[in-house]
């Protein structure tokens, strides 16, 4: 999630040939995006099973899109503290149910990669289940735990703001990356077999977490500093022991994340998230509900194209490995997607750009969800 605005131009790039090989590809992959917030939808009133306007993700048009295993973020704005965070997670855990109980047809809980291979084939959207940002476990192993045992298998160890135990990317550093607990946190994941998810953090917890764990993590939703260098993207250094380590980047399709004449409004908008208010209860959720409508309730017009995401997914790809980069789009996570990207019901779209660009289909069945189904099948045991 990164809180910026709006998205209204919309340009189409992708040749109609290369489209329609796209759509054959990805009907023939399990497409992965490991990192999408549309849950928070939910809890303010939204309808997954219907095709909307608001938003950037919904059943029909994950159908569409040929995205059939998503990860759904949990995520926790960081004004909510200690209990409060614990109550907003059991909040969107719920909001969650709800879809997967009105909609059963349509959509199943995923807790292993034998889970996803089996929803999809049976025609139906595979959901993992994940948290953004680690305040949530209210420094307590045992809520971890419990978490884990509601179905939930990845979680970024921060959100926008340092833990009492891991520093993030957007805040000013703390602990010198990840405490002692931090590290207790991180083998208690790998024992448990959730994912341990970096997107957020900062590079010193990063490090930290790559020297800790013995399972291969995610960045769940973050793209290049090479391109666009911004705190919240990856560095070329990171890329490599992201490689050395097994794991993938799933990479962002957000504004700022993109494009550097975008970027300087995602540094502004990162710190608003961070002013709490001294509210609990009924209160701090209506404040939340105002707070994602000044987030994604106004449109602004972003530079980024699908171009420039192909850009970022042809630099991970040279420096990380083709086994090491997928898609996380951050979708309704982030108010202003890259034109042509406008939605998940456009992502043969890329899929398209990246053949004109000669990538084989067997390296593009990687990007579009090979390598987050080997993560997962990898941490998750089966
Ligand atoms: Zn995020």
Same mark, same amino acid.
Not at 43 to 61: F, Q
Not at 180 to 205: C, I, P, W, Y
Not at 206 to 219: C, G, Q, R, S, Y
């Given at each position: $999630? ?5 998205? /209204? ?11 329609? @090989?796209?759509? =054959? ?10 990192? &999408? ?19 950037? *993700?919904?059943?029909? %048009?994950?159908?569409?899109?040929? $995205? ?30 709800? *879809? ?6 349509? &959509?199943?809980?995923? #807790? ?11 025609? =139906? &959207?595979? @959901?993992?289940? #994940? ?20 179905? &939930? ?32 946190? +991180? %083998? ?28 291969? +993590? ?19 250094? $990171? ?62 017009? !972003?530079?980024?194209? !699908? ?9 991970? +790809? ?6 090491? !980069?997928?898609?996380? /789009? ?20 890329? +899929?398209? !750009? ?22 997962? %099948? ?5």
């Amino acid at each position: $999630m990164s809180p910026i605005a709006k998205v /209204s131009s919309s340009v189409r790039v992708d040749p109609e040939d290369n489209l329609a @090989a796209a759509r =054959k590809l990805l009907a023939d992959t399990i497409g992965i995006d490991s990192h &999408i917030d549309t849950i928070q939808r939910v809890l303010l009133g939204g309808d997954l099973g219907k095709r909307e306007d608001a938003g950037h *993700v919904d059943l029909p %048009r994950l159908r569409e899109g040929g $995205m059939r295993a998503p990860f759904f973020a949990l995520w926790v704005p960081v004004f909510f503290r200690g209990a409060e965070a614990v109550r907003r997670t059991l909040d969107l855990r719920d909001a969650m149910q709800s *879809v997967l109980d009105a909609y059963k047809d349509q &959509i199943e809980m995923a #807790t292993t990669a034998a889970d996803i291979v089996r929803i999809v084939n049976a025609g =139906k &959207i595979a @959901a993992l289940l #994940t948290i953004e940002g680690g305040h949530t476990i209210d420094d307590d192993l045992h809520v971890l735990r419990m978490y884990y045992r509601l179905g &939930i298998r990845s979680m970024t160890l921060t959100h926008a703001r340092n833990t009492n135990w891991a520093d993030s990317s957007s805040d000013t550093p703390a602990h010198n990356g990840l405490t002692d607990f931090g590290k207790q946190v +991180v %083998r208690e994941m790998n024992l448990l077999g959730m994912l341990v998810d970096l997107a957020h953090v900062s590079d010193k917890t990063f490090f930290d977490t790559l020297a800790v764990t013995t399972k291969p +993590v995610i960045v769940s939703h973050s793209s290049m500093r090479a391109i666009s260098n911004v705190p919240r993207n990856v560095s070329d250094d $990171m890329l490599r022991a992201l490689a050395r380590n097994g794991g993938v980047i799933g990479i962002n399709f957000g504004m700022g994340f993109i494009n550097p004449k975008d970027a300087e409004k995602l540094r502004s908008a990162t710190n608003t998230e961070s002013e709490a208010p001294p509210l609990t209860g009924k209160a701090l959720d209506e404040y939340a509900a105002e707070n994602a409508q000044k987030l994604f309730g106004t449109r602004a017009t !972003v530079v980024a194209t !699908v171009e420039d995401v192909a850009d970022h997914i042809d630099h991970a +790809v040279k420096v990380a490995g083709i086994d090491h !980069v997928g898609i996380g /789009s951050d979708f309704d996570g982030i108010a202003a997607t890259a034109n042509g990207l406008e939605d998940v019901s456009r992502m043969p779209a890329l +899929v398209a !750009v990246l053949l004109k660009r000669g990538y084989a289909e067997s390296d593009l069945k990687k990007i579009m969800g090979e390598n987050h189904l080997r993560l997962v %099948r990898e941490v998750t045991g089966e």
